[in-house]
C-alpha cells in the first residue's frame, strides 16, 4: 500500500525508517502553449513537490535513487534526457544530484522504442479491425514488458535502507516489489490540476477557442 502523503497531515514516520523506500511523483507536463492559468498551478504543484520530498528527506533521510519515466540512460545521458523531457522535475532531480544521488535508467531502450511505435499506430486511428486489434494487442504486451522492466530496475539498484524516487504519470501499472515502502506524493495543487483539467475537457470546443482568443486580445498567451 503508498501513503497518499498529500492526504495524510502526519505520516507516522517512526513505521518507516528501516527498509527500502520510493517516493512515487506524478508526472504532469506543460508546455509553452499550455494557458497562464494551467501553468500557473504546475509551477505550483512542482514547488509543493520539492518541498514535501525536503521534508521527508529531514525526518526520513536523502535520496540515493532517481528513476524517470522515458530514461533509458543514466549518468550524463540520462540527466540530459530528463532535462528535455520536464524542466520541473529536471529541478528536483539535480537538487539531489548535487547532494549525491545517482540517476538510473529506468527503460530499455528497446521496449520504450516499440511502445512508442505502437501507441502512435494506435493514435492515428485504424480503419481495420483486424489491424487495430493486432496494434492493441501488441500495445498491451509491450507495455506489460515495460512495466516489469521498471519494477526490475528499482528492485535491482535499491538497496537495503536507501530512498528512491520514481517520476511517472499516474495510470501505470507497474507493481513494485513487496519490501519497498511506497510514498505517493500527493500535494494540494495535484488536486487542483485535476479539477482543472476536468473542467476543461467538459467545456464545449467553442467555450475553449473562446477563453483562448481572449487571453490573446488581453497579452495572456506566451509569444
Request: hydrophobic residues 35%.
Amino acid at each position: 500500500m503508498s501513503e497518499e502523503l498529500g492526504k495524510i497531515e502526519k505520516p507516522s514516520v517512526e513505521g518507516f525508517k528501516k527498509g527500502r523506500k520510493l517516493y512515487f511523483v506524478p508526472l504532469i507536463y506543460g508546455g509553452k502553449e499550455s494557458p497562464d492559468e494551467y501553468r500557473e498551478k504546475l509551477n505550483r504543484y512542482w514547488n509543493q513537490v520539492e518541498d514535501k520530498i525536503g521534508a521527508l528527506e529531514l525526518k526520513l533521510g536523502k535520496v540515493t535513487r532517481i528513476y524517470h519515466e522515458l530514461v533509458a540512460a543514466g549518468g550524463e545521458e540520462g540527466i540530459k534526457a530528463v532535462k528535455e523531457i520536464n524542466s520541473k522535475s529536471f529541478d528536483i532531480i539535480k537538487n539531489r544530484l548535487d547532494k549525491g544521488a545517482q540517476l538510473e535508467s529506468a527503460e530499455e531502450r528497446e521496449l520504450l522504442n516499440e511502445l512508442m511505435d505502437w501507441s502512435r499506430c494506435l493514435a492515428i486511428g485504424l480503419k481495420s479491425q483486424k489491424v487495430f486489434t493486432t496494434a492493441y494487442q501488441s500495445y498491451t504486451e509491450i507495455s506489460k514488458a515495460r512495466n516489469e522492466h521498471i519494477a526490475r530496475r528499482i528492485d535491482e539498484t535499491l538497496a537495503a535502507d536507501e530512498i528512491g524516487i520514481l517520476f511517472m504519470r499516474e495510470g501505470h501499472e507497474v507493481q513494485f516489489p513487496e519490501d519497498i515502502q511506497v510514498f505517493y506524493i500527493a500535494p494540494p495543487a495535484l488536486d487542483d490540476i485535476r479539477r482543472w483539467l476536468r473542467d476543461r475537457e467538459a467545456e464545449p470546443p467553442h467555450q475553449q477557442d473562446k477563453k483562448e482568443k481572449e487571453a490573446t486580445d488581453t497579452g495572456d498567451t506566451d509569444k
